[in-house]
Nanobody, 117 residues
Framework: QLQLVESGGGLVQPGGSLRLSCAAS????????MGWYRQAPGKQRELVAR???????NYADSVKGRFTISRDNAKNTVYLQMDSLKPEDTAVYYC???????????WGQGTQVTVSS
């Protein structure tokens, strides 16, 4: 069973940057989609970014131009570089893996990101 472990969350001031990492328990080379979701208090979990095995990426409109997703298949790790952070980016961020039929392969436990002065 695929296990995903996030790291890199924390407290950052508005305008700052963070890089989240998601380490997988096995090779992610053949996994169709690796992505990041987030859930703020009182809100539904939403897709932030996803990168497919073919290199296609998609981002939520609210993070386009500020966040960048990348995957290092050799390290079985997915990253989310977050720049120009805003208070509304505050949430628990979850790593996610899906197969080619959108079947969920795994979720991480989440890492808290707080953007505040």
């Amino acid at each position: 069973q695929l296990q995903l472990v996030e790291s890199g969350g924390g407290l950052v001031q508005p305008g700052g940057s963070l890089r989240l990492s998601c380490a997988a328990s096995r090779s992610i080379f053949s996994i169709y989609g690796m992505g990041w979701y987030r859930q703020a208090p009182g809100k539904q979990r939403e897709l932030v970014a996803r990168r497919t095995s073919g290199g296609k990426t998609n981002y939520a409109d609210s993070v386009k131009g500020r966040f960048t997703i990348s995957r290092d298949n050799a390290k079985n790790t997915v990253y989310l570089q977050m720049d120009s952070l805003k208070p509304e980016d505050t949430a628990v961020y979850y790593c996610n893996a899906i197969g080619q039929y959108s079947d969920v392969l795994g979720w991480g436990q989440g890492t808290q990101v707080t953007v505040s002065s």
